[in-house]
């Protein structure tokens, strides 16, 4: 079990919810998207991390958007956490941003690319954060037991592990159910991305997708038996600065995670 806070994840615990725009546009967004799901998770008595990245360095096009200032969006990051009382989850990219980023995130994510990067995991685990490592698209499940040994072998006992999808060809991502199971038996607990795993990679100057998806990855994951359900949620997902074809609109949030929380709740006490 990893504890952030009063959230319990893993351990046959209900699924939590990790949600938030892809990356931090500006204050008004990032702001109300977080009160708005924050206000839906309480009603419905679902934990909540909120999730957004401060910059995105692996953008498809030279010209894509890839987060604001460095200290205005921390600064944005903060205010969520400190107003509205949120654990925060965020990327890093590089070694030296692993301190900096745990002195106001709950969470530290490595992103999917990067989840092979020794230094970077390293680095992350010396924080003493609890650590979320995406599943590259190029990796097999049992091969995440090696991000794994490299977090724990600097000390981190705190780790999230995340599907979201696998290399199927070009421009096109797979989610094979069973790499849920199989990251579950190295002992921590299991996330599933359902935004992220229904893009289509790189497809011109900007990744593609199939929102339409979101819903029947996610239903599949919750019957899977998750620990965590991932999330990137904007209000207007069409004008979003990233991921636009790939993040789940909030005005539909509520209605689909009546439905998670039905099916986890089934297969958890079932067991």
């Given at each position: ?65 890839t987060g604001l200032d460095y200290s205005e969006a921390v ?43 020794t230094e970077l995991l390293i680095a992350a685990a010396k ?145």
């Open positions: 079990m990893v504890k952030i806070k009063n959230i319990k994840i893993g351990s046959g615990e209900p699924f939590v919810l990790i949600a938030g725009p892809c990356v931090v546009e500006n204050e008004i967004i990032t702001l109300t998207t977080a009160a708005e799901i924050k206000k839906i998770t309480q009603n419905l008595k679902i934990p909540f991390i909120f999730k957004s990245s401060y910059k995105k360095a692996n953008r498809t096009s030279i010209n894509s958007f600064r944005i990051l903060k205010k969520v956490k400190s107003d509205l009382d949120l654990p925060v989850l965020t990327d890093i990219h590089t070694e030296q941003e692993a301190a900096a980023a745990a002195e106001f995130a709950d969470v530290i994510q490595i992103p999917a690319f990067l989840s092979r990067q924080t003493g954060r609890v650590i979320n490592v995406k599943k590259g698209q190029f990796s097999a499940p049992e091969d995440m037991i090696h991000a794994v040994k490299k977090i724990e072998s600097a000390g981190g006992k705190n780790i999230l592990l995340t599907e979201r999808g696998t290399t199927f060809g070009y421009h096109d991502l797979v989610v094979d159910m069973r790499s849920l199971e199989i990251m579950r038996e190295f002992g921590y607990p299991v996330i599933m991305d359902a935004t992220h795993s229904v893009q289509m990679p790189a497809k011109g100057s900007e990744s593609g997708g199939q929102p339409k998806f979101i819903p029947v990855l996610a239903r599949a994951a919750a019957a899977a038996g998750i620990d965590g359900l991932f999330l990137e949620v904007h209000p207007e997902p069409e004008k979003a600065l990233s991921d636009a074809a790939s993040q789940f609109p909030l005005n539909k949030l509520k209605e689909l995670l009546v439905v998670i929380k039905s099916i986890d709740a089934v297969v958890k006490n079932a067991k």
